[in-house]
């Protein structure tokens, strides 16, 4: 008897119809010969609901606070599956996170997950229970507080629990069939992957592609948890994540070299000009930005002019981190001594991902070439041993993501992509 | 510095503006010098809806996922609650039935509360935050599962908290100024009562009257909690229910003999006709239905009448039973060997209540004496120490009410109850 970990998003339960439907799947696959537990969203735009009720009460709720009452959202949602699936004739119980011993830390809002303590959960399914767990949340080790992991959390709780539960597969349901070459809305052409790596999904979930959250596929790398990413709106087979292509059930030569081209247009990019070339100023550039929270992606430092002795440093980060990022820096204009700065949020990255790249010279070369072809300009590239980015102005982000995809003959023959549902987030 | 405990119903905090309103009276009674743990509701029709919602799923839920379904209503309202004192400058922190330490029976729907724990409350208000409290909800103490207390379980959870934090006073905040003489949509010059013994408002409550319910009642009684009704929508007094007319601090001479009328259109009438005269056969009828779980109030049984030996039994039960107790009764029939059975739902009670019928002669002549000259038939008459009830016909209630009302000298000068809010249940 396997164990299988479920996890059901916000759109695959957005209504009475959406649940009972989610839960006949459930039933199939406990009836297929598995001990199934499943971890699922708060149904449709519940989440954003209570957020907009939080908002007319103060536009700063605590994060205590804020977690308890966002948590509401998955109990709703877990305890109607659980009846929809008594109503077929299974078992089923609810858990909220504190319950399934998903334990974390006490940061509200972005908690890590410490540990998980599956106790009430193995004894629900050891029991011929289905057991369902809210996900996106956990119990504070130390407060005994109710936190929750962030969006995209309940992904990273489905596969924390397969990891617990030592499940033969964690499968995540949402609206669409799996991981594709190219995000389908830009590219119509493009290929849905069979299967995928750990490391190249790591590097397109960090490059913009939403399927996956990169939290969830690091949780799943380093416990070795099998992912297959499928719709819950159809039956077709949807992307296995996992190990390395040998492990991979659906072995794809074509995908080999390249697993796809990803896009982000949320980052914004700031430049700090005139900057003098003398050790320790890049530091205190980076201190500054580090000291207010703010992540920083890709950095770029130009050839310092020799007349002048001062260079330009450029970087990219969340917009969302714009506005304190250039406050802090404004502040240690004089300290650090460079001339002025400038912000820019009119950009765009595009990343080309896949294992194969180590192995396969020439990969660059097809992939500026594909981009010069296109007229795409080139602002700043960063790349890792199986990616290449590049950021460019937002505007040329399409232009640019279908010139590669079809550069590295990714594009499928026919229209392979199909957009269910939509009547969640 | 006084212990408080208040409790606001979700006609109190339907909205974010009655939640903003509700946090204001909470900071002025901590301003006033005491530490408060607040009781709320669901806000609204919170609770309603999601009823709605597990309905759309299945017309059984299980009773566990029903109580996870529903205790998500006072999650919302209690962390809005605290986040709305937190916006005027104060600490709150909200806690679950369960956190709160409300351990219970394992009855999912209709849980009796077997003791509290709340040592993570006094913790809360000893370091100087106001605790919130979700109502209506605990954690079975054998399964570990989640409860809740039935309706109106929420006025019992501040109750039980207010005894087990030696509170000094537990305050019921609804939507009218108090207890009344009766019903003032019934009588428009019901008067206001300032105050009222357990005694009387256990048979109040038994006799109709909506403002408290029994449970709440009996467990203040039993560990001695003044429990203060009033209006969230005003700063007028409201009724004090204690232990004794010398306890409270608004003594009302006028109230002493008589506390109310109430009155009660819940329930039907049941007679099984021509049973036969020998002994056994009444408790074989009560067996039959007790053995249903139905609860029956009133009871009468006519002389036998000399030629057959046979007899009539009527009893009163809530009307909800009533198909329940008419089938088990029907199977019995050949082994009680009555003749038949009669149902009517088209009953309604009319109580009077006051602990100084005890003393005071003439009550039920003067009682009995504004029936009959208002056109009152009487079906069922039934007393106790300080109550004398009559069933009459569901159209002749109100006439009934006024009448009494009016008989012992209770109507008020001007008109004393307000109805507020109304966006409420």
Redesign the interface.
């Known amino acids: 008897m396997g164990v299988v970990v479920q996890k059901y998003g916000g759109s695959s339960v957005s209504d009475?119809a959406a649940?009972?439907r989610v839960a006949q799947r459930i039933v199939r696959t406990v009836q297929a010969g598995n001990q199934v537990c499943v971890v699922v969203s708060a149904m449709g735009d519940t989440t954003d609901e209570?957020l907009d009720?939080?908002e007319?009460?103060?536009p700063?709720?605590?994060g205590?606070?804020?977690d308890?009452?966002l948590?509401?959202?998955e109990?709703?949602s877990?305890?109607?599956l659980?009846?929809?699936i008594?109503?077929l004739g299974h078992e089923?119980?609810?858990f909220t996170g504190s319950?399934a011993g998903v334990i974390t830390d006490s940061s509200h809002g972005r908690a890590r997950i410490i540990d998980v303590t599956p106790g009430?959960i193995r004894t629900a399914m050891d029991e011929g229970a289905i057991a369902i767990v809210a996900g996106f949340q956990g119990v504070s080790q130390d407060t005994?507080d109710i936190t929750t992991l962030g969006r995209g959390g309940s992904d990273t709780t489905a596969v924390a629990l397969a990891a617990a539960l030592d499940a033969d597969v964690c499968e995540i349901y949402t609206d669409v069939d799996g991981v594709f070459t190219a995000d389908p809305r830009i590219v119509h052409s493009a290929r849905r992957l069979g299967a995928v790596t750990y490391e190249e999904m790591l590097e397109l979930a960090a490059s913009g592609a939403k399927i996956l959250h990169l939290r969830c596929v690091e949780y799943a790398r380093r416990y070795g948890i099998p992912v297959h990413v499928r719709s819950s709106f159809s039956d077709r087979p949807g992307t296995t994540v996992a190990g390395s292509i040998d492990d991979l059930p659906e072995a794809d030569m074509e995908q080999a070299i390249i697993a796809g081209v990803a896009h982000d247009r949320s980052e914004a990019k700031i430049t700090v000009v005139g900057v003098p070339d003398v050790p320790g100023k890049a530091a205190a550039i980076f201190n500054e930005v580090a000291r207010a929270g703010v992540n920083i992606d890709m950095i770029v430092q130009n050839v310092s002019q020799a007349q002048t002795g001062l260079t330009d440093v450029s970087f990219t980060l969340p917009k969302t981190d714009g506005a304190m990022a250039m406050n802090v820096l404004q502040v240690a204009q004089s300290t650090i001594g460079f001339a002025r700065l400038q912000y820019d949020d009119q950009i765009g990255k595009v990343s080309l991902v896949g294992a194969g790249m180590r192995s396969h010279p020439g990969v660059s070369a097809t992939f500026f070439g594909a981009l010069a072809e296109a007229g795409v300009n080139i602002d700043v590239i960063s790349t890792s041993e199986i990616r290449i980015s590049v950021v460019t102005h937002a505007d040329k982000v399409d232009t640019a993501v279908r010139a590669v995809h079809t550069a590295f003959e990714l594009d499928a023959d026919q229209v392979e992509a199909v957009v269910y549902g939509g009547t969640g987030r």
Request: glycine share 2%.
């Open positions: 009475a649940v009972k209570l009720l939080a007319q009460i103060t700063t709720p605590p205590r606070e804020l308890m009452l948590t509401a959202g109990r709703i877990m305890a109607v659980a009846m929809a008594a109503n089923a119980r609810s319950q009430r005994k």
